[in-house]
């Protein structure tokens, strides 16, 4: 999809919109519905990967890609501080919704997600792979991107 994205700040903004409604259930036409938007975020996205080939320090489930897009999608529009923010209310309300579970890999993977979020807002999204493979790849993965011819 990031090397689909039309030209400038259009094509970023329909990247972030199509990856977060394929791969972490955001659907910002229901927004107003905001019980239907929360129910969507928490469910299974249209298009999940598994956790094959990221790090175990970011998979606590069969689908880290939602959580880490959710975050990069978090990221593109918020300020780094508010983002945070919502990272830390969405992981205490999952806190209280799972009776009493932390997820440290969440909080991690939401971390490298806004931040990835707040460097696309000012590059493009074709840097979005590289940024993910480079920060949530098991090593082994790492090692085999590193030796690829670039």
Same mark, same amino acid.
């Given at each position: ?61 069969? =689908?880290?890609? #939602?959580?880490?897009?959710?975050? /990069?999608?978090? &990221?593109? +529009? @918020? ?25 440290? =890999?969440?909080? #991690?993977?939401?971390?490298?997600? /806004?931040?990835? &979020?707040? +460097? @696309? ?30």
């Amino acid at each position: 999809m990031a090397a689909q994205a039309p030209a400038g700040w259009p094509g970023s903004v329909w990247f972030l919109l199509r990856i977060g409604e394929d791969c972490a259930g955001i659907r910002t036409q229901d927004v107003m519905n905001p019980l239907r938007f929360l129910h969507q975020m928490a469910g299974a996205p249209p298009h999940q990967f598994g956790a094959d080939g990221f790090h175990p320090d970011f998979v606590d489930d069969v =689908n880290p890609a #939602r959580h880490y897009i959710a975050f /990069v999608f978090v &990221g593109f +529009w @918020l300020p780094t501080f508010l983002a945070m923010l919502v990272l830390y209310a969405w992981e205490i309300a999952g806190f209280i919704r799972y009776g009493g579970y932390w997820s440290l =890999n969440d909080v #991690r993977s939401g971390q490298i997600g /806004v931040l990835h &979020g707040r +460097w @696309l807002r000012r590059t493009a999204p074709v840097v979005l792979p590289g940024l993910t493979a480079g920060a949530l790849a098991a090593p082994t993965t790492r090692n085999e991107s590193a030796a690829q011819p670039v």
